[in-house]
């Protein structure tokens, strides 16, 4: 026994004089200020238009979430076979329309013949956008119906893929041309995606975290190291939970915001949870019930 403490308190002591220099060398860099994050806090984002309330990803659920007064919508983006940018996040168009097969098998033109509110069913269970006109939109659409509304952008394409190879450059040059800089957020699951984007944007688009560095950040948080943390990203969008491990403390939301990381969490459709996130600090909500964020945002 008195072996195993002694090991204990020597490995005790090495951890806190590692902690203790690196902490003396080490300071905190926080993110440069980016105009998309200017303006009133906290933001809702409609997930794909607002999922629970209209179909996913078409004009009706974003002009829907657009009239309760959203800051912005929370999107997925997939590349045609005429190398169009589409608002879509499946890599199947089976689950969404009446069509089967790969986006990216498919022209814009050809996407466009199918029903995107085929399979939708409303809170009610009924089929109300059946044969009602939705169409898959193209994202130069969707930038072009919402002038004033900011994009949260997430990059569906995996890198190795002919798709994934040229979305980050078509998608810069699309936000370049359409003068939405100030306007959008782009992230992806793919650290590699980010990274390949950043190259194009060069600062001045607003960059979210990948899977990795969010990973990374969570846990120098969690190990007391948080202080040798250099964010490579402006934001953060991440669920209340991965797999059982909690992501939703205050701390954790306290510790970002030291470093000008903005965080958003996905996908909270409950009233009791936004309220808590709101009240630790959460810059944002991205929500399937757009509904429900902005009547309780009124009600503050």
């Given at each position: 026994m008195g072996k195993k403490l002694t090991i204990g308190l020597a490995l005790a002591a090495s951890g806190a004089a590692l902690w203790a220099g690196t902490k003396a060398v080490s300071k905190p860099v926080k993110r440069p200020a980016k105009p998309f994050f200017e303006g009133e806090k906290p933001r809702v984002f409609a997930h794909r238009g607002g999922s629970d309330l209209a179909p996913e990803s078409s004009l009706a659920a974003f002009q829907a979430a657009a009239d309760l007064g959203v800051h912005g919508f929370e999107i997925d983006i997939r590349m045609t076979k005429d190398e169009e940018l589409i608002v879509f996040h499946d890599q199947f168009i089976d689950r969404t329309t009446n069509g089967a097969g790969r986006v990216a098998d498919y022209t814009l033109e050809e996407l466009k013949e199918f029903d995107l509110g085929y399979h939708f069913r409303d809170l009610s269970g009924s089929q109300s956008f059946r044969d009602k006109g939705e169409k898959i939109l193209s994202l130069k659409e969707l930038f072009e119906a919402f002038p004033n509304h900011l994009f949260n952008i997430d990059m569906k394409e995996d890198p190795d893929t002919y798709e994934g190879s040229l979305m980050p450059s078509k998608l810069w040059r699309l936000i370049e041309k359409s003068g939405v800089e100030d306007r959008v957020l782009v992230t992806s699951f793919y650290d590699e995606q980010i990274d390949r984007f950043s190259l194009y944007a060069q600062e001045r688009v607003a960059i979210g975290a990948g899977e990795n560095e969010a990973r990374k950040a969570f846990s120098?948080?969690?190990?007391?190291?948080?202080?040798?943390?250099?964010?490579?990203?402006?934001?953060?969008?991440?669920?209340?939970?991965?797999?059982?491990v909690?992501?939703?403390s205050q701390g954790f939301i306290e510790f970002l915001t030291s470093l000008n990381i903005h965080i958003d969490y996905w996908t909270v459709n409950d009233v009791e949870t936004m309220d808590r996130l709101i009240r630790y600090g959460a810059d944002g909500i991205i929500t399937d019930r757009p509904d429900i964020a902005m009547q309780l945002l009124s009600n503050d």
């Open positions: 120098l948080y969690k190990s007391g190291f948080g202080h040798l943390y250099h964010p490579r990203a402006d934001a953060l969008q991440i669920p209340v939970k991965y797999g059982v909690p992501l939703d």
